[in-house]
């Protein structure tokens, strides 16, 4: 019997050494969570601010159960909770999460949210109060902590000057130019650009245009409607080239020279709208430089005239002159058309029966859809009123 027992636990001298290796991992295996624990740091928790939070709520718990009429709203209990987490903040840009950090409740929050996505902005604190549902005494802890940075506002030129002198000029707008120009000369789109209001615009226009000139710089200030300090911003910038004034007739000559501009004679034949220069244009009674150039301008931009009528829309043209010269002109049919279907966004818009936006979603349309087979299919675009389409109809091409 001991022989059997002994072939069976008998072991050689390598598997003895196995068996003990075996055993000696088997026990650092079991052995590895308690030696990890004693070598492992826990990390202090800082229970102050829950403790406060815990001990105010107690009290107010108390003091509820002895008045109930007392209990603080839940929006004063977070804010009061949540007090120690003040930091400078600007309403206009804060989000949500870190809004809720300021103690204010969801509905306060998504107040604020929707506020600032339809447009609104706090240009100063006291803006921060009228937020529907947020309390008075929240806003009151708040306010310390609003910083709103104070952006500078710009608007028109014009609408910055005022009636009395001894009012201060506000800062010109970075959108208007103010460069040196002739009152004799500047057209109405650099009268616009130098701040001009458009009625004022007008006047210059129309005093010019009954024979008025402007011989100095003084002599701006007495336009209808332009406001003193306005002429003193721009007083610097007036160039007035040197202008001889007419002759009139003396006792002892009776001589004249140029008293009155020699009046100018009817063509000898009408003069082709679509191909006349500035100066076959000034050959007409009642054109002069100005509006010479004004016309050949839209001219250009138009891609030519299709009618006669279109002369009207030039910026300033009283009807009264347009029906006296309707007579010397004619029309030829030559039109510069644009291509629908390969024009670009910056060739579409710049033509004036179709602003930036329309262009833009023309284009767009294009690009989605494919190209247009017809003048017709601009219905489509959703932007273009019937009476508009008829009106671009023959400066288009597919």
């Not at 650099?190 to 458009?198: D, P, V």
Request: aromatic share 12%; net charge positive; glycine share 4%.
């Amino acid at each position: 019997m001991k022989k059997i027992i002994d072939s069976y636990f008998d072991f050689s001298r390598t598997e003895r050494r196995g068996f003990l290796v075996l055993s000696l991992l088997l026990i650092a295996f079991v052995s590895a969570p308690s030696i990890y624990h004693l070598f492992k740091t826990k990390p202090n928790t800082d229970f102050r601010a829950f403790d406060k939070a815990v001990a105010l709520f107690e009290t107010k718990s108390n003091q509820a159960s002895n008045n109930t009429n007392a209990s603080p709203s839940q929006e004063e209990y977070s804010t009061k909770v949540l007090q120690q987490q003040r930091f400078t903040f600007n309403p206009n840009t804060l989000s949500p999460d870190s809004l809720a950090l300021l103690g204010l409740n969801q509905k306060v929050i998504n107040n604020i949210v929707n506020y600032r996505k339809k447009g609104g902005r706090f240009y100063k604190k006291e803006n921060f109060k009228k937020i529907y549902s947020l309390a008075d005494s929240t806003y009151q802890q708040l306010v310390n902590y609003i910083n709103i940075p104070q952006k500078e506002k710009t608007r028109p030129l014009q609408a910055s000057f005022r009636s009395n002198d001894s009012e201060e000029v506000t800062n010109t707008p970075s959108y208007i130019k103010l460069v040196s120009f002739d009152p004799n000369t500047a057209d109405s789109d650099l009268l616009l650009q130098l701040g001009l209001s458009e009625k004022v615009v007008k006047v210059i226009s129309n005093f010019r245009n009954k024979g008025g000139k402007f011989y100095k710089k003084e002599d701006l200030q007495k336009i209808y409607g332009l406001p003193p300090a306005q002429y003193q911003q721009l007083a610097q910038y007036i160039n007035i080239e040197k202008i001889e004034k007419k002759k009139t007739y003396t006792n002892s000559t009776k001589e004249t020279t140029n008293k009155y501009p020699q009046k100018k004679e009817a063509p000898l034949a009408p003069i082709d709208i679509n191909r006349a220069s500035q100066e076959d244009w000034q050959t007409i009674k009642g054109i002069g430089p100005y509006y010479s150039k004004k016309i050949v301008g839209y001219r250009e931009k138009l891609g030519g005239f299709v009618k006669v009528e279109q002369v009207k829309e030039i910026y300033g043209l009283p009807d009264s002159v347009f029906q006296k010269i309707k007579p010397f002109v004619k029309l030829s049919d030559f039109v510069k058309k644009i291509n629908i279907n390969t024009c670009t966004q910056e060739e579409l818009g710049k033509h004036p029966y179709i602003n930036w936006k329309q262009a833009k979603i023309v284009i767009n349309y294009r690009t989605q859809h494919g190209n247009f087979t017809s003048v017709a299919d601009l219905k489509e675009v959703g932007v273009l009123s019937e009476e508009l389409i008829a009106k671009v109809a023959p400066y288009i091409e597919l």
